[in-house]
């Protein structure tokens, strides 16, 4: 059976794309690391303030202008409270949940994850530019959900 030829390059154009747009993704997954969470790393959700990670919330300076801030959420409110650092700051956010499905989410950035307890969600941002950022939780965990926000300030 012979196609027209019209049907022939409207055939092989669509091949095409969807090849570039595998070939696309497998790049930004693969070379670039722009991956959703494994979750490969899990925690007890029971014992979070007993895990070596967690046992100490804060904001850890791990290099110059690296940060390491280490995050439990929990109904209505983020563990630590405000944070700040420097400009030009690279920071590591290292988070769990204590209880529900929470949203991590910062004003004005790319920064959106979800975070579920027995899981540690990571995610990385460079702040260039000063001023406070706000972030709130993006994921409903109940009645007080709509008061669950802190401030980044980057001076």
């Known amino acids: 059976m012979k196609l027209p030829r019209q049907e022939e390059i409207w ?17 930004q997954a693969f070379a670039l690391g722009m991956t959703p969470p494994s ?7 029971q014992k979070v303030d007993e895990h070596e ?13 690296e940060y390491e801030v280490v995050m439990t959420l929990q109904m209505f409110s983020f563990t630590p409270g ?5 400009a030009g700051s ?3 956010f290292i988070m769990t949940s204590k209880d529900l499905v929470h949203g991590f989410q ?18 990385t941002e460079t702040f260039e530019e000063p001023g406070e ?3 709130i939780c993006n994921e409903y965990c109940g009645a007080g959900h709509q008061h669950m926000s802190t ?3 980057v001076k």
């Not at 979750?39 to 959700?45: H, K, L, S, V, Y």
């Not at 100490?56 to 300076?61: D, N, S």
Request: glycine letters at 10%; hydrophobic letters at 40%; a negative charge.
């Open 11 to 27: 055939l092989v154009i669509s091949v095409g794309v969807l090849v570039l747009s595998m070939v696309i993704t497998g790049y």
């Open 39 to 45: 979750g490969t790393e899990t925690i007890d959700p």
């Open 53 to 65: 990670v967690f046992s100490e919330p804060g904001v850890y300076q791990t290099g110059e202008n």
């Open 82 to 86: 405000d944070i700040e650092i420097p």
């Open 90 to 92: 690279t920071v590591e």
């Open 106 to 123: 910062i004003a004005g950035t790319n920064v959106n994850a979800m975070v579920t307890p027995g899981h540690i969600q990571t995610i």
């Open 133 to 135: 950022y706000l972030v």
């Open 151 to 153: 401030t980044i300030t």
